[in-house]
């Protein structure tokens, strides 16, 4: 198994292998609860920003959440201040974040997505960017990320805008993943995270009616674990850029298991709303395995 120690992660050094999900952590609400003790005992060994796209969004109408059996499916809906809110309030305060800085950008479409690549990319605070391709692109109705050669098509697109290494955050919601990466790997990508969350759907059980404000959400927690190991060793066998493995990782032994898959490091998501520290705790117990 791969240990718990130093990684390079596409040229960027970290002192361990976790990540946070994206959207999964918010670390300006942490450093307001928990103060500089946030810093000196940060959960995770790079910061993933929640996902930013070129205009301001409110999100999807509430309710957003639905407890399923070992897990959640959310309807967020990506509310953010979209790139000037984002680069003028929160970058500032995630540069004080003491480990490196991924920057999330979704675009509805291509020439979105190189406006987000290009604005970010210029801030010496980000260390790498994430492309979330769950999305529908506007101009051509495809979920980008679910099709290789749109996947292709927009790493193409934005790859000389940036120096930062661009990860692609791949969706479960494809017929084959591990073809999405090779595209996105032939295209020009550094790495990809996998997993996002797998569609759901949940009713009101008195109206019968979706219960979710966005009718369907995205599942994730313990329940896409097996789903989400299968894929992460499918897609390491087929790549040769490193997989950033997540979907459940609970415990140390999880993200052993990910890391015994072929993922370069993990992400762990919605567990931090469990406990906000698991990050520490998931590292620890790592450490312990990879020491046995
Ligand atoms: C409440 C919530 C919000 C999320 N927001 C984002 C997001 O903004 N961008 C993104 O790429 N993934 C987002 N995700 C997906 C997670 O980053 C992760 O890929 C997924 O939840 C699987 O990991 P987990 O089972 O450990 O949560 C979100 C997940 C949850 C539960």
Redo the contacts with the bound molecule.
């Keep these: 198994m791969a240990d718990a120690g130093p990684i390079d992660l596409c040229r960027v050094q970290l002192a361990g292998p976790i990540l946070n ?4 952590f918010d670390a300006i609400a942490a450093r307001r609860a928990f103060g500089d003790a946030l810093l000196e005992r940060f959960p995770f060994h790079a910061f993933v920003s ?2 930013i796209t070129l205009a301001p969004r409110e999100g999807n109408p509430p309710p957003r959440l639905w407890e399923t059996p070992a897990g ?1 499916i ?1 309807s ?1 809906g ?1 509310p953010n201040k979209g790139l000037d809110g984002f680069l003028a309030h929160d970058l500032p305060e995630l540069a004080e974040l003491p480990v490196p800085l991924v920057v ?1 950008v979704m675009g509805f479409s291509r020439d979105e997505l190189a406006e987000l690549v290009r604005r970010v990319g210029e801030r010496d605070e980000v260390a790498l960017i994430e492309l ?1 391709v ?1 999305c529908p692109n506007v101009e051509t109705g495809l979920i980008m990320g679910a099709d290789p050669a749109e996947t292709a098509r927009a790493v193409e697109h934005v790859r000389a805008l940036t120096d930062r290494p661009l990860i692609v ?1 791949l969706t479960p919601n494809a017929n084959d993943p591990a073809a999405v990466a090779v595209a996105a790997e032939e295209a020009g990508a550094d790495a990809v995270s996998l ?3 797998l569609k759901g759907m949940a009713l009101d059980p008195r109206t019968r009616q979706p219960w979710l404000g966005g009718t369907t959400g ?1 599942v ?2 313990p329940a ?1 674990r097996a789903v989400a190991l299968e894929q992460v060793a499918a897609v390491a066998a087929a790549a040769g850029i490193p997989a950033i493995g ?4 609970a415990s140390g032994r999880h993200a052993g298991d990910f890391l015994s898959a072929g993922a370069a490091c993990v992400a ?4 931090n709303f469990r406990d906000p520290a698991a990050g520490l705790r998931i590292a620890a117990e790592l450490g312990e395995l990879a020491a046995v």
């Design positions: 999900g994206s959207g999964t929640k996902t959640l959310n967020i990506l999330s979330n769950s955050k997993i996002n969350t995205g994730s927690g896409v997540m979907g459940g990782i762990v998501g919605t567990e």
